[in-house]
C-alpha cells in the first residue's frame, strides 16, 4: 500500500504505539460508518417518499445492493491506486447505502427487538475484538477455515433465496453467527499484526474499518434471525 512505512518499528514499545495508533483510527472510522449507516436508516424510515422509492421498484433496491458490492470491490481491489480521500469517500457512500437498504428491516422486526439484537451485537463484538487485540496466539489459520466458512454461507443464503426454507435459514444464520464472531476476532488480530510489520497510514485504516464494518453488520443481521421479533 501506499501509506506502508517502510520503516519498521525496532522496539516493543514502538510496535504497541504503532498498533494504538492504526486501532484507534479503524475503530474511529468504523464508528463513523455506522453512525452514518443509522443516519441515513432512520432518513429513509422517516420518509415516505423515499422509502416508496426503495421497496416501490425492485430494479431500485437490487440495483443498490449491487452499488454497494461494487463500491466494496472496488475499496477492497483497488485501494494501492485510490488515494485516500477517494477511499474515505467511498466508504461513506457504502454506508450511506447501506443505510438506506437496511431501513428496511425496521418494517419487519420491532424497535425493541432490533435494539436489544444491535446491544447484543456489540458486547459480542467488542469481545472478540479486544480477544483479537490482546491474544498472543498466531491466529492465521483461523483465516481459511473462516474463509470456507464464509463462502459456504454465502452460497448456502443464495440457494436459499429459490429454496425459501426457514428451517435451511436457521441453520445459515446459526453458522453465519459462529463465521462473522471469528472473522471479528481474526480481523481485528490481522489489523494489529499489520501494523506491527510496519503497516500504517489512512488507507489501511480505511481498508480495516470496511473488514470490521463488515463483520458487524453481518453479525448483526445474523443475530437478528435469532432474536428478532417480526411484526
Known amino acids: ?13 514502538q510496535v504497541v504505539v504503532r498498533q494504538n495508533a492504526l486501532i484507534r483510527q479503524v475503530y474511529a472510522l ?3 460508518g455506522l453512525a452514518i449507516t443509522a443516519f441515513m436508516a432512520l ?3 422517516s420518509s415516505p417518499a423515499l ?3 426503495v421497496l416501490g421498484n425492485k430494479l431500485v433496491f437490487y440495483g443498490l445492493m449491487f452499488g454497494e458490492l461494487a463500491l466494496v470491490f472496488t475499496l477492497s481491489g483497488a485501494i ?15 454506508s450511506a447505502l447501506n443505510g438506506i437498504t437496511l431501513s428496511t428491516i425496521a418494517l419487519v422486526y420491532t424497535a425493541s427487538s432490533i435494539t436489544s439484537t444491535f446491544v447484543i451485537t456489540g458486547g459480542m463484538f467488542g469481545a472478540m475484538s479486544i480477544y483479537g487485540y490482546m491474544t498472543k496466539k498466531d491466529l492465521t489459520s483461523w483465516g481459511s477455515f473462516l474463509f470456507m466458512g464464509l463462502i459456504g454461507v454465502v452460497i448456502a443464503s443464495v440457494v436459499n433465496i429459490f429454496v425459501g426454507s426457514s428451517a435451511v435459514s436457521w441453520v445459515i444464520s ?13 480481523d481485528t488480530w490481522k489489523i494489529k499484526e ?6 500504517e497510514g489512512r488507507k489501511p485504516a480505511i481498508l480495516g474499518a470496511l473488514t470490521l464494518y463488515l463483520d458487524f453488520i ?3 443481521l445474523m443475530l437478528l434471525r435469532f432474536t428478532g421479533d417480526r411484526r
Open 51 to 53: 422509502l416508496n422509492v
Open 30 to 32: 468504523m464508528g463513523a
Open 194 to 199: 499489520m501494523a506491527a510489520q510496519g503497516i
Open 174 to 186: 446459526g453458522i453465519g453467527v459462529i463465521v462473522f464472531t471469528g472473522l471479528t476476532a481474526y
Open 218 to 220: 453481518n453479525l448483526f
Open 80 to 94: 494501492n491506486k485510490l488515494s485516500a480521500a477517494t477511499a474515505t469517500l467511498i466508504f461513506v457512500a457504502y
Open 43 to 45: 432518513i429513509t424510515l
Open 1 to 13: 500500500m501506499n501509506d506502508i512505512n517502510s520503516t519498521y518499528p525496532r522496539t516493543e514499545s
